[in-house]
C-alpha cells in the first residue's frame, strides 16, 4: 500500500521493465500512474538534449564513442537494447504532456542553457508550469547555470556523499529539494534536512526492505526502477 505523502518517480522511466530512457520504458512508467519520471540528459553535437544516460554509447546501444561527439542523425540510427531509439528531451515532453512530474538530470556538460531553453517554452507555448519540473544534477556547475538563468524552475542536488553538504550547497541556488543516495539516509538526517525547508527523495531504491525503511524515514519521494513496488 503506497502510504499518499511518498511519491513515486519511476528512475529513467520503468528501467526494472524496458531498456532505461527510452519512450517505451517513459511509456511503461506512465501506466503505473507514477508521480513522476526520472530521465538524465546529454547535449549531443548537433545541439538537441538527448535522454540517455551514460556519457558513452556502448554499454546500451550498437554503436560506440562519447554521446555528446554525435549528431542527432547518427544517434537516432542506433538500436538501444531491445530495439529502441534514443529520444530527445522534447519527444519525452510530448509523451507525458503534464501526465506527472519530470525530473530531469543534467547528466553531460553544458546542459543547463538548453534544458532552460526547453522547459521556458514549455511553460509558455505548452500549457506545463515550473513546477511540473525538477531539474537535478551532480554537476554544481549545471545547477548554479541553471539557477542564474531561471530562478522559478525547481532545483535538486543529487548527492551520493553527504546529505549536510547537499543542504548546504542547496541553500547557495535556492534549491528546495535534495536527492541523496538512499545508503546515506537516517531517520534523522532526514528529519533535519525536512525541518530547513528540504524535500529528500531518495534514489535508487528497489527491493521491498529499502523501500520499507524509506518510507519509515518519512522520505518525500522514492525514485525506483520498479515503480509498481513501492
Not at 142 to 165: C, G
Amino acid at each position: 500500500m503506497q502510504n499518499a505523502s511518498t511519491r513515486v518517480f519511476g528512475h529513467r522511466g520503468a528501467k526494472g521493465y524496458l531498456a532505461e530512457n527510452t519512450l517505451e520504458s517513459i511509456e511503461k512508467a506512465l501506466n503505473f500512474n507514477v508521480d513522476g519520471i526520472e530521465i538524465d540528459v546529454h547535449l549531443c553535437a548537433s545541439g538537441e538534449l538527448v535522454v540517455f544516460h551514460d556519457f558513452t554509447l556502448d554499454r546500451m546501444t550498437n554503436g560506440t564513442g562519447e554521446v555528446g561527439k554525435q549528431t542527432l542523425k547518427a544517434l537516432k540510427e542506433l538500436i538501444v537494447n531491445g530495439g529502441f531509439q534514443i529520444p530527445t528531451l522534447e519527444e519525452v515532453l510530448n509523451l507525458i504532456d503534464k501526465k506527472c512530474l519530470l525530473n530531469i538530470e543534467l547528466k553531460g556538460k553544458n546542459t543547463a542553457i538548453k534544458t532552460c531553453e526547453i522547459v521556458s517554452n514549455y511553460v509558455q507555448n505548452r500549457g506545463w508550469d515550473d513546477t511540473d519540473f525538477i531539474v537535478s544534477s551532480f554537476q554544481h556547475t549545471e545547477l548554479e547555470t541553471m539557477f542564474q538563468t531561471n530562478k522559478n524552475i525547481p532545483l535538486a542536488v543529487l548527492t551520493k556523499a553527504s546529505v549536510t553538504e547537499a543542504v548546504e550547497f542547496a541553500k547557495t541556488i535556492q534549491a528546495k529539494i535534495i536527492h541523496p543516495n538512499f545508503a546515506l539516509l537516517t531517520k534523522d538526517n532526514v528529519k533535519l534536512a525536512q525541518s530547513l525547508g528540504f524535500e529528500v527523495n531518495t534514489w535508487t531504491v528497489n527491493d521491498a526492505d529499502t523501500i520499507l525503511r524509506m518510507k519509515q524515514y518519512g522520505v518525500n519521494g522514492i525514485i525506483s526502477d520498479v515503480p509498481d513496488k513501492i
